[in-house]
């Protein structure tokens, strides 16, 4: 088994389960979100700059995953406008690579910076509902990365949508996995969208207990 086949399956069933997390609960945890984000990034390019070192040695790209993880886990919590930022940017890089791969295009690397970029800003500028959109269809992009590797049975540790090698949508399957990501994006935003405001009307109904005092 290489390298490449042995993360896809130590990292598919993570995935969905992170990805299920922050689909539905990432404004409520917020900095768990934010601090999950991080480590998933900062791990992927760790792994890949550990195997560019040493390609036949799985070790230390493990070791390389974990100490990047652990940092980007910890700087995006630690700055948290820039862990905002992030996670519109990473918002904005998975709806471009799955609309460019819907089309059948190749991605084009200048305009995944541009919708990163966008997004980004537009998380720092409009924070609960990028927020909520945000985490909705990135955890939901994490459960689909996780779970179509298994179905091809190939989990050969590639990302979905970002893979240049592979410029078509795949098929009545990539399709399908299209369609389950938007579904599965709008369910998380309307979850959680609706729990956000009940605790809202919560906070305001206590706040207005506390004005009025006891009778």
Same mark, same amino acid.
């Given at each position: 088994?290489?390298?490449?086949?042995?993360?896809?399956? $130590?990292?598919?069933?993570? %995935?969905?389960?992170?990805?299920?997390?922050? +689909?539905? +609960?990432?404004?409520? $945890?917020?900095?768990?979100? #934010?601090? !999950?984000?991080?480590?998933?990034?900062?791990?992927?390019?760790?792994? &890949?700059?550990?195997?560019?070192?040493?390609?036949?040695?799985?070790?230390?790209?493990? $070791? +390389?995953?974990?100490?990047?993880?652990?940092?980007?886990?910890?700087?995006?919590?630690?700055?948290?406008?820039?862990?905002?930022?992030?996670?519109?940017? /990473?918002?904005?890089?998975?709806?471009?690579? %799955?609309?460019? &791969? @819907?089309?059948? &295009?190749?991605?084009?690397?200048?305009?995944?910076?541009?919708?990163?970029? !966008?997004?980004?800003?537009?998380?720092?500028?409009?924070?609960?509902?990028?927020?909520?959109? /945000?985490?909705?269809? /990135?955890?939901?992009?994490?459960? $689909? @990365?996780?779970?179509?590797? #298994?179905?091809?049975?190939?989990?050969?540790? /590639?990302?979905?949508?970002?893979?240049?090698?592979?410029?078509?949508?795949?098929?009545? #399957?990539?399709?399908?996995?299209? @369609?389950?990501?938007?579904?599965?994006?709008?369910?998380?935003?309307?979850?959680?969208?609706?729990?956000?405001?009940?605790?809202?009307?919560?906070?305001?109904?206590?706040?207005?207990? %506390?004005?009025?005092?006891? %009778?």
């Amino acid at each position: 088994m290489n390298a490449n086949a042995w993360v896809g399956q $130590i990292s598919a069933p993570l %995935a969905v389960a992170a990805g299920m997390l922050i +689909c539905f +609960c990432g404004f409520r $945890i917020l900095k768990l979100t #934010l601090g !999950i984000m991080g480590f998933m990034a900062a791990a992927g390019a760790g792994w &890949n700059l550990g195997l560019s070192w040493a390609p036949n040695n799985s070790g230390v790209a493990l $070791i +390389c995953a974990l100490v990047a993880g652990v940092i980007g886990a910890v700087l995006c919590v630690w700055l948290f406008f820039l862990g905002i930022f992030l996670l519109g940017a /990473s918002a904005g890089a998975i709806v471009a690579a %799955a609309f460019f &791969n @819907a089309s059948g &295009n190749q991605l084009q690397p200048i305009l995944l910076v541009v919708f990163a970029l !966008i997004f980004g800003v537009l998380a720092l500028v409009m924070q609960k509902f990028m927020i909520i959109a /945000s985490t909705a269809f /990135s955890g939901s992009y994490l459960v $689909i @990365a996780g779970v179509l590797p #298994l179905l091809k049975h190939a989990p050969d540790g /590639s990302l979905l949508w970002f893979d240049r090698l592979q410029p078509h949508s795949g098929g009545t #399957l990539g399709y399908v996995a299209l @369609a389950f990501w938007i579904a599965l994006g709008l369910a998380g935003v309307s979850f959680q969208y609706r729990r956000s405001e009940k605790g809202d009307k919560a906070v305001r109904h206590e706040q207005q207990s %506390a004005t009025k005092g006891p %009778a």
